[in-house]
């Protein structure tokens, strides 16, 4: 069984920094896309990001330049380092599989990032 | 970019009757790369069709999806008091690389 477990989630201060991790199991960890997908309290899914290597990342406009997906496959786990965050990246924050590139295959429950004063 | 939009915002519907959600895209999407998802209130989103028609694991098969190009469609066959939910349809391969509609709710008449 798929299993995708989300942490780290918090209340920050704007410009301020956090860090996501999303452990996994029940699936061969290293030879899926792995990705980010946010949700605004009352909003609709917006993708974040999305890793299949370091040298194969993708990232939302909204995003680029302050957010990092990486992973370490050896511990079968999925970072999404945030920095200089704002309001706006309020959000629960999804973990997903990505199925055959293009889709969303399995999520996790989210984890929740407050971006307050 | 490729903005999706979807039609109705909200639909009440009771147990029973035929759903038809309609997703319409701004650009040309390939019938390869459109998918749906439903989501109930406190879960995370579930994946129910991808390529347009194919149904996930585990989707009954009271969903089923159809379109091409720029119009695009969901169809509840029957509908389950568990199928009153969000519904996302979600494109992949424009700018940006993957963006989801707004989504239409189903909810009880």
């Known amino acids: 069984e798929v299993q995708l477990v989300e942490s780290g989630g918090d209340l920050v201060q704007p410009g301020g920094s956090l860090r996501l991790s999303c452990a996994a199991s029940g699936f061969p960890f290293s030879r899926n896309y792995m990705a980010w997908v946010r949700q605004a309290p009352g909003r609709g899914l917006e993708w974040v990001s999305t890793?299949?290597?370091?040298?194969?990342?993708y990232y939302a406009d909204s995003v680029k330049g302050r957010f990092t997906i990486s992973r370490d496959n050896s511990k079968n786990t999925l970072f999404l380092q945030m920095h200089s965050l704002r309001p706006e990246d309020t959000a629960l924050y999804f973990c997903a599989r990505v199925k055959d590139f293009v889709v969303f295959g399995d999520w996790g429950q989210g984890s929740l990032v407050i971006v307050s004063s | 970019e490729i903005v999706l939009t979807q039609s109705p915002g909200t639909l009440s519907l009771s147990p029973g009757e035929r759903a038809t959600l309609s997703c319409r895209a701004s650009?040309?999407?390939?019938?390869?790369?459109l998918a749906w998802y439903q989501q109930k209130p406190g879960q995370a989103p579930r994946l129910l069709i991808f390529?347009?028609?194919s149904r996930a694991t585990g989707i009954p098969d009271r969903f089923s999806g159809s379109g091409s190009g720029t119009d695009f469609t969901l169809t509840i066959s029957r509908l389950e008091p568990e199928d009153f939910a969000i519904y996302y349809c979600?494109?992949?391969?424009?700018?940006?690389?993957?963006?989801f509609g707004p989504g239409t709710k189903v909810d009880i008449k």
């Open positions: 390529g347009t028609s």
């Open positions: 650009q040309s999407v390939s019938s390869k790369y």
């Open positions: 979600q494109q992949y391969g424009g700018s940006p690389l993957f963006s």
């Open positions: 890793i299949y290597s370091a040298d194969s990342t």
